[in-house]
């Protein structure tokens, strides 16, 4: 099969996916988009694209840390369940994954901040030891 010069410098594409490494079907698509619309088109056009806008304004953002530093409204520690139903509320939505609700604190700096659990037998003089002597090791 032959192939054709790619954007006039002697190249054939086969050459020119080689060096490249992209596929030869990207560069023939390339071929054809600078055909078409001139070199221009060949650029990166990602910069131009800003992206999904975020669920949350900055106002929201706000009021979103503002309600994580105080208890839930049902009791207990806020998780994603919680975050979710809170952030589907403030933006009207009919439902955000709890994945999701979970990703925003996160993203804030919040942490979940569960103390680890003590076992019922240990002996409360001997962990005190050893943390006393420990952090000043």
Same mark, same amino acid.
């Given at each position: 099969?032959?192939?054709?010069? &790619?954007?006039?410098?002697? @190249?054939?594409?086969?050459? %020119? $996916?080689?060096?490249?490494?992209?596929?030869?079907?990207? %560069? +023939? &698509?390339? %071929?054809?988009?600078?055909?078409?619309?001139? =070199?221009? &088109? =060949?650029?990166?056009?990602?910069?131009?694209?800003?992206?999904?806008?975020?669920? !949350?304004?900055?106002?929201?953002?706000?009021?979103?840390?503002?309600?994580?530093?105080?208890?839930?409204?049902?009791?207990? !520690? +806020?998780?994603?369940?919680? $975050?979710? $139903?809170?952030?589907?509320?403030?933006?009207?939505? $009919?439902?955000?994954?709890?994945?999701?609700?979970?990703?925003?604190?996160?993203?804030?700096?919040? /942490?979940?901040?569960?103390?680890?659990?003590?076992?019922?037998?240990?002996?409360? @003089?001997? /962990?005190?030891?050893?943390?006393?002597?420990?952090?000043?090791?």
């Amino acid at each position: 099969m032959a192939y054709p010069l &790619a954007f006039g410098q002697g @190249k054939k594409v086969k050459e %020119v $996916a080689e060096v490249t490494g992209y596929a030869e079907y990207w %560069v +023939w &698509a390339l %071929v054809r988009r600078h055909n078409k619309k001139g =070199v221009e &088109a =060949v650029g990166d056009k990602r910069h131009n694209n800003p992206g999904k806008q975020p669920f !949350l304004s900055d106002l929201q953002k706000k009021e979103s840390i503002e309600a994580l530093k105080s208890s839930p409204a049902d009791g207990g !520690l +806020w998780n994603g369940v919680k $975050a979710a $139903a809170w952030i589907a509320k403030k933006t009207g939505r $009919a439902f955000i994954y709890p994945q999701r609700g979970w990703k925003y604190p996160v993203d804030l700096g919040f /942490s979940l901040k569960v103390p680890r659990p003590t076992h019922k037998k240990r002996n409360k @003089k001997a /962990s005190y030891d050893f943390k006393k002597n420990s952090l000043g090791s």
